[in-house]
């Protein structure tokens, strides 16, 4: 689990005091479920990383992992292709 430092404000005649608090971490829809392939098919899952204009959300929105994102991105171009989503929705 990752930690955050905090400095908490301090009178010059005493020394800073620091306090320690533990951070937690989102983790990847696809690592956390162990989704090993994606399918171009599942048009329910693949909208979920897009938005209502039919962008592909950044990997920092969703914390999806960089693999992961890859795969995402791939399919969702391939779903497009196949006109099981649109490329855009104007």
Partial sequence: ???RTIRIHHSPLYP???IIIP????QC???ANKITAIDYKDAYLLRR???SLGKIYPPKKHNTCAKHQRELSSAIKRSRVMAL???TTR
């Avoid at 951070?23 to 989102?26: A, D, F, L, T």
Wanted: aromatic fraction near 22%; include cysteine; hydrophobic fraction near 55%.
């Fill in 85 to 87: 989503i649109p490329f």
């Fill in 23 to 26: 951070i937690s971490m989102k």
């Fill in 1 to 3: 689990m990752h930690k």
């Fill in 29 to 31: 829809h696809f690592c």
């Fill in 16 to 18: 800073p005091l620091f």
């Fill in 49 to 51: 990383f897009m938005n």
